[in-house]
């Protein structure tokens, strides 16, 4: 696997990552733990070393499954949690980065993950209740105690994580990245370039939706989080397959699948992006791997690049409530 550095800082990941939470949460019943032990530890075998999680997975299930996953080959990988909801009293979900709360968290992060230093913490939203520079120095007192040795934070805006790299330089900022999501690349590309930040693009694959894998009559499990999303209600999935058939169209030619093509787009994109595709199967945590040998031409970025701008992704990616926490 070829190996990516998130910005100007000294972080070295796999080019591509994996996402756990879907493991635990989010896309129905959470998978089978011994299942999901092996899948992770197959991910080690195969060059992955950028593994992602959070405490509000499961809520803290996700963190524990990854802490036995990796403890063995703890050397050999990264581990990023996050922090930023009330978990703790009555599991009330709520916003919470007051410092008291990120430290006291961090101790039960490092418990759950069986490390004795965090290696990129973020701030899971941004809490209008406490300044930035609050939380940021927060965490730069653990980075000095060495509980943690990198700062991100997701789904910021840009002034936001300006005001935080002038407390503590931010590693990485993780938002919604695809090719069907492309606004940080006018919101947050400038200042990340400018500042030497890495970024971590999740759901690369549109939640799944760009595999191809998912049409207008798939059904999804009571559970699933998707069925609360505009962009994936039936009418919307059936416009939103033109995006599917940009793909198909490259991935025909290149002897390669439109989840491929979708994630080898986003590292074409600049060579400081990690996307991190979640899974719960081998095949696709192997496809998955492969598209970073997937190699795209000029004229190949030039083919998705001008079919893209013809669409509009239908529906919006967040119900109203979620989307009333990001970019601030």
Known sequence: MQKRMLGNSNLEVSAIGLGCMSMSSGYGPPADKQAMISLIRTAVERGVTFFDTAQ????????????DALSPVREQVVIATKFGFDLETGLSGGLDSRPE??????????KRLKVDTIDLLYQHRVDPNVPIEEVTGAVKELIQEGKVKHFGLSEAGAQTIRRAHAVQPVTAIQSEYSLWWREPETKLFPTLEELGIGFVPFSPLGKGFLTG?????????????RNSIPRFDREARRTNRAFVELLVGVAERKNATPAQIA???????KPWIVPIPGTT??????????AAEVELT??????IESGAVRLKPQGARYPESSERMVDR
């Open 101 to 110: 709360t990120i430290k006291a968290s961090v101790e039960r992060s490092l």
């Open 56 to 67: 509000v997975y499961g809520p803290f299930t996700n963190e524990a499954l990854v802490g």
């Open 298 to 303: 000029r004229e190949d970025l030039s083919e």
């Open 263 to 269: 994630l080898a787009w986003l590292l074409a994109q």
């Open 213 to 225: 894998k998912i049409d207008e009559n798939t059904p999804f499990d009571s559970s699933d989080f």
């Open 281 to 290: 199967k081998l095949e696709r945590l192997e496809e998955n791997i492969a």
